[in-house]
């Protein structure tokens, strides 16, 4: 990933190539869990294919065609909203996505369990859409919403999504009956922590607060011992009013246990507070 990074910064060219793989890469995915899990067991999941499930059941519309029709005027708001080279990046995946359900709408179902193909589908989905929205895109529908609202919001993108495609998770539950609007409940939220899954990655790491009368034995052990940087944060305790400087360091889940041996020892009366960093950019970590 380092040398894909480098050359894509090298090379601009190729990171616009390389979004534009993402973008198939992840409609193909999305495409292939909607026919394979989603429809063919009735779980309307939000966004156009939630739709266009409906409408299958419901008028017997090809779900290819309510799709395109969807995502044109969302497209014309996502070039609007989001730039014109956005929008050539959305409207490859606003086409090529419909496509592949089309072609692939034969495809034998890989399951007739509704749980199942809630769980499968909704991480096929996530997937894919985490895929497009790495490559900075989308496939139109309501994901195009979602990062809409999450360039004006801050709101991740798993979040909006489920906020949008709530109300057609309902109308779903009505059309078909409750159980089934359980079902798409599930495969929505397990849709959006894959998404937040393969934005953030699968590494996680920890923040450490740590808080010792032995600043400088603390400090030096975790730059020598541990090879990471650690900042003193000023602050006063809020009983005596003295000054207790605060020290922050960000390690891996692997060198969170050496990090807690390593205070014990220098400090064992220490206080330390231990955070979960989702996403950590910066030297010794990911590149932005």
């Known amino acids: 990933m380092n040398i894909l990074s480098n050359l894509t910064q090298t090379y601009p060219k190729v990171r616009i190539a390389v979004d534009y793989v993402f973008v198939l890469i992840g409609a193909a995915i999305i495409a292939l869990a909607f026919n394979v899990f989603l429809l063919p067991n009735q779980v309307a999941s939000g966004g156009v294919s939630g739709i266009s499930t409906i409408l299958k059941t419901v008028l017997g519309w090809e779900p290819a065609y309510v799709q395109w029709a969807f995502n044109i005027p969302l497209f014309i708001a996502g070039v609007v909203f989001l730039g014109k080279h956005f929008g050539v990046k959305t409207l490859v995946g606003t086409i090529f996505l419909p496509l592949v359900v089309f072609f692939t709408k034969n495809l034998e179902p890989w399951t007739h369990d509704a749980l199942l193909a809630a769980l499968f589908g909704g991480i096929g989905v996530g ?73 953030v990655g699968f590494g996680r790491s920890k923040m450490a607060m740590i808080i010792t009368s032995k600043q400088e034995e603390v400090r030096a052990g975790i730059l020598n011992k541990i090879d990471r940087g650690v900042t003193k944060l000023s602050a006063y305790g809020g009983f005596t009013d003295h000054e207790r400087p605060v020290l922050m360091c960000v390690v891996d889940q692997s060198e969170f246990t050496k990090l807690k041996q390593l205070v014990k020892i220098l400090d064992p009366s220490a206080f330390v507070v231990v955070m979960d960093a989702a996403e950590v950019l910066g030297e010794g970590f990911k590149r932005a």
């Open 127 to 199: 997937l894919g859409l985490g895929i497009v929205f790495r490559g900075k895109a989308s496939t139109g529908g309501t994901d195009l919403a979602a990062q809409i609202i999450n360039k004006y919001t801050g709101f991740t993108l798993g979040r909006c999504v489920v906020l949008i495609d709530g109300l057609i998770v309902l109308t779903a539950a009505i059309v078909f009956d409750i159980e089934k609007g359980l079902y798409a409940l599930i495969a929505l939220y397990v849709t959006s922590k894959t998404i937040d899954l393969i934005q």
